[in-house]
């Protein structure tokens, strides 16, 4: 008699999750696929999990102010303390220094913050440790003295030199070169390193490339090309550990390839700058003053699923906690008083008549 096995979902991929589980920085979701962290924890709660493994996320940037640079230096560090390879282009012409502006976690300062006496009472000790265990579901505390799945940063203080010294990292200039193929040979590379061994995967890694069709180079104006590049990029990511980032202005690219670039991307993410002195927006948002910028997300990567992801809100407020770490907060509007028009509660009213007047209850 043959052995039952368990029937699944055409849609689903036989992954093992055991040895998925094993890989640092790595966490399980849905359907067989699994999770990189982003580097913010609200932006992982917002997707589910973080940036789905295999997936191509693109950012679209504001040329009035580098937000991009933020969400990029937050997704680096975070595969850095994991010690996951990590490949990063830029326009610049030295782009290993930039390494250098990557913030630093700060988890360590955190833990000494909740550190108890040694005289105090175990039996709180232990409740402290349940509490903690159960309120802190973003952040995945992984046993063995490891570092957590997402981390806090401190934008302020760079990350130490040892992180990124001895590892596997790559950097690339795109200005040593006039068109596309000597990056496309390194993602090939890289990729082939981190490649997918029989369905299981064994080791992660982060491809970031900064302002793609950036002026500084010189195919920028390629567009078919670029094109040519991502979906190849596309194709490698899908079949290998890794999540590949790039960043790029769409105000340089023509609409017609703006719309396909959108079309390749697995997540679509945007910033946009907030004006200084912006009075109707002002009344409009509270915490206006503490906002940084606006993210938009336009689309979340379904791997493994043919079910639309369906978020409670799209566009949230980026803003620095402690003016160190950056935090996602949805947008909340402001009360309007009485004397300058009705709230949204009170702006219609059932029998359809245009006064307003006291209530008798």
């Known amino acids: 008699m043959a052995s039952s096995r368990p029937r699944g979902s055409s849609f689903s991929r036989n992954i093992s999750s ?32 973080g940036f789905t493994l295999g997936s191509l996320v693109m950012i679209m940037e ?27 282009a830029s326009p610049e012409k030295d782009p290993r220094g930039f390494l250098g502006t990557l913030p630093s976690p700060m988890a360590s300062k955190e833990e000494k913050s909740h550190e ?8 709180l000790r232990i409740a402290w440790q349940y509490k903690k265990y159960f309120g802190e579901q973003n952040s995945a505390v992984q046993r063995g003295g490891k570092a957590e799945y997402c981390n806090d940063f401190d934008l302020r203080k760079p990350l130490e ?8 990292v790559d950097c690339i200039s795109l200005r040593d070169s006039s068109n596309l193929a000597p990056l496309l040979e390194r993602c090939s590379t890289f990729s082939a390193q981190i490649s997918k061994s029989d369905g299981n995967i064994t080791c992660a890694g982060r491809i970031a490339i900064q ?24 194709g490698m990511v899908r079949s290998s550990g890794a ?19 959108q079309h390749l ?56 906690r402690k003016r160190r770490a950056l935090v996602l907060e949805c947008l909340n509007q402001a009360p309007v008083d009485g004397s300058s028009g009705s709230s949204y509660g009170t702006s219609g009213s059932c029998s359809g008549s245009s006064k307003i007047g006291n209530l008798d209850f």
């Open 18 to 49: 055991a040895a998925t589980s094993q890989v640092p920085g790595v966490k399980l979701g849905p359907n067989g696929t699994s999770f990189l962290s982003s580097g913010i924890s609200d932006l992982d709660q917002i997707l589910g999990g």
């Open 62 to 88: 504001d040329p009035e102010a580098p937000h991009h640079m933020l969400l990029l230096r937050n997704f680096m560090s975070q595969g850095l303390i994991h010690k996951q390879p990590l490949l990063y």
């Open 116 to 123: 108890w006496p040694a005289e105090q009472d175990a039996n």
């Open 161 to 168: 030199r040892h992180y990124y010294s001895g590892q596997r």
């Open 211 to 234: 302002s793609l069709c950036s002026p500084q180079c010189d195919f920028s104006n390629k567009e078919w090309d670029m094109l040519s590049f991502i979906r190849s990029l596309k």
């Open 243 to 261: 999540v590949a980032v790039i960043s790029f202005p769409p105000s340089l690219v023509s609409p017609t390839f703006l719309k396909r670039w």
């Open 265 to 320: 991307a697995d997540t679509l993410i945007s910033v946009k700058a907030i004006p200084d002195e912006d009075k109707e927006l002002a009344k409009l948002l509270t915490g206006y003053q503490d906002m940084l910028g606006l993210l938009s997300i336009h689309k979340v990567a379904r791997i493994n699923t043919q079910v639309p992801a369906i978020l409670e809100a799209t566009t949230f407020s980026m803003k620095l």
